[in-house]
């Protein structure tokens, strides 16, 4: 029997007043949702200890009962742990879950109290005591400098926020072969703030089944969440197998399509980031079997743009002057260059001198792709070519953060391979294997490099057909691809 629930006053928030769900970047979890999540557990037959950290009203913990009073199966002896940090929201918990609890003769904790201080105790003391956990985290950040940062290194676990914390830690907590259910934002599946968080799920659990929401505000509406969000379903200490990718538009599960997947499908051998690819399950695109290149096989490099405005002020020019070069964000791109660009809100130029040589790369061709992208756009990578053409008095250029560059040791391309790279990153096929990983607006190099690539051959294969066309529409584009690649 676990001795640790107690309610105490937490320091930070002495009064024990509602801190609210804004403050706490928690979100409500919809009984469609939570209905669906529930009936992702195994039958519990030989009894269980639920762990619900972030508990909310207790939607989740009471759709986990109703799935077990629906089953076929006796109802098992069980107890639940349930943790809430709000003091307003302990009430409503309190009250929300009395019948329920009451009905079945479970047995119930609620814990008012910090589950990242009280989980990383037991973790400490080597205590597993949940067969079972359901999970609708918070989100916010966590401080580099934090108490809970520090808790966390202590017992093995490197999360930068709550969201990761609290499912790692319920990891932890789990006994062998345990199974946890989560609603989380997709942000994990890629980017290296996450590594730490991925291998520490694929070292310690085997990933059974991944929901996606095809609609990006869908499954938290009424809260104005923005986050791409993901169910997941992890069994502890566990053999992996083929893993079940289902989608559904939102939260009434009105379009629901399940198909199931090799692991490699899902995490690439030999890749070193481990990002997490999640296709839709009605996505049929096929891989273009001479796009199989490793970026840095081919002699290529993506790095973020150099210059950081922001701390180059002094340096930064609206029009161009005597010995002043070119500084490129993103808007002087729409189909081809425009510099410079009257009435701009960024300035156009950086002056050319010893204290910003080292920020600046030789005019030459390169790829750029913005780093952020809108999530109305079609495609999240939107790719440009920068030809020298386009300034042709400029021996430098710069490039601002907002920018990924591909380059050669930072400098230029070979034309046609330039040429070819744009062409093959702006296509569908690049456009659903990086939405396979990546779940949010931001396109970092990290997740570039991840991508597969034709070979050089290829790419100025690609170019030079660009070039030859006298209208280089997306259609034909595709066509073009899908024939030389496949």
Same mark, same amino acid.
């Given at each position: ?64 009962? &109703? ?21 307003? !929201? ?30 990383? !105790? ?26 809970? $940062?520090?808790?966390? $290194? ?23 072969? @345990? ?56 069994? $502890?200490?566990?053999?992996?197998? &083929? #893993?079940? #990718? ?6 009434? !599960? ?28 009605? &996505? ?46 993103? @808007?002087?791109?729409? @189909? ?6 009257? @009435? ?86 690049? &456009? ?16 570039? $490099? ?37």
């Amino acid at each position: 029997m676990l001795q640790l629930f107690e309610t105490p006053i937490k320091k930070d928030n002495p009064a024990g007043r509602p801190m609210g769900k804004a403050a706490l970047g928690q979100y409500m979890t919809s009984s469609n949702i939570a209905a669906f999540m529930a009936s992702l557990f195994p039958k519990a037959h030989d009894g269980f200890h639920l762990l619900d950290a972030g508990a909310g009203e207790g939607s989740l913990t009471c759709a986990f009962l &109703d799935a077990l009073r629906s089953s076929d199966s006796p109802f098992p002896s069980g107890e639940v742990s349930l943790f809430e940090f709000d003091a307003a !929201m302990v009430q409503k918990l309190e009250e929300n879950t009395a019948n329920t609890f009451r009905a079945l003769s479970v047995e119930r904790h609620i814990c008012h109290t910090d589950f990242i201080e009280h989980a990383t !105790m037991l973790v400490l003391r080597k205590q597993r005591p949940f067969t079972h956990a359901i999970l609708n985290p918070p989100y916010k950040k966590i401080n580099s400098g934090s108490l809970h $940062r520090a808790l966390l $290194r202590d017992v093995g676990i490197e999360a930068v926020n709550l969201y990761t914390a609290f499912v790692a830690l319920a990891v932890a907590l789990l006994q062998p072969r @345990g199974t946890l259910v989560a609603i989380i934002p997709r942000s994990f599946c890629n980017g290296p703030y996450y590594k730490p968080f991925r291998e520490f799920i694929l070292r310690h659990t085997a990933i059974r089944h991944i929901h996606l929401f095809t609609s990006r505000t869908d499954a938290f509406k009424a809260d104005k969440v923005l986050q791409e969000n993901v169910i997941i379903k992890l069994e $502890r200490d566990a053999e992996q197998a &083929d #893993i079940c #990718i289902s989608t559904s538009t939102n939260g009434d !599960m009105n379009d629901y399509s399940i198909a199931s997947y090799h692991v490699t499908d899902i995490i690439r051998p030999g890749d070193p980031e481990k990002f997490i690819h999640i296709p839709d399950a009605q &996505d049929a695109a096929e891989p273009l079997s001479l796009a199989n290149s490793p970026l840095a096989s081919l002699g290529i490099e993506v790095s973020t743009g150099p210059v950081v405005d922001f701390r180059l002020k002094e340096y930064l020019r609206g029009m161009p002057q005597d010995d002043d070069v070119p500084l490129l964000y993103s @808007g002087h791109f729409n @189909g081809k260059a425009e510099w410079p660009k009257a @009435g701009f809100k960024k300035p156009n130029a950086i002056a050319r001198c010893p204290e910003t040589m080292k920020w600046l790369y030789p005019n030459g061709y390169y790829v750029i792709v913005r780093r952020l992208s809108s999530k109305e756009e079609k495609r999240r990578i939107v790719a440009y070519l920068v030809d020298p053409a386009y300034f042709p008095d400029a021996p430098f250029l710069g490039f601002e953060n907002h920018l990924n560059v591909f380059h050669c040791r930072k400098e230029g391309l070979d034309k046609d391979v330039a040429q070819g790279l744009a062409l093959y990153l702006n296509s569908s096929f690049v &456009d659903t294997l990086f939405r396979r990983f990546n779940g949010h607006t931001q396109v970092n190099a990290t997740d570039l $490099r991840a991508l597969p690539y034709p070979s050089l051959k290829d790419l100025a294969a690609l170019g030079v057909w660009a070039k030859g066309q006298k209208e280089l529409t997306q259609e034909a584009m595709e066509r073009h691809l899908e024939h030389v690649l496949a």
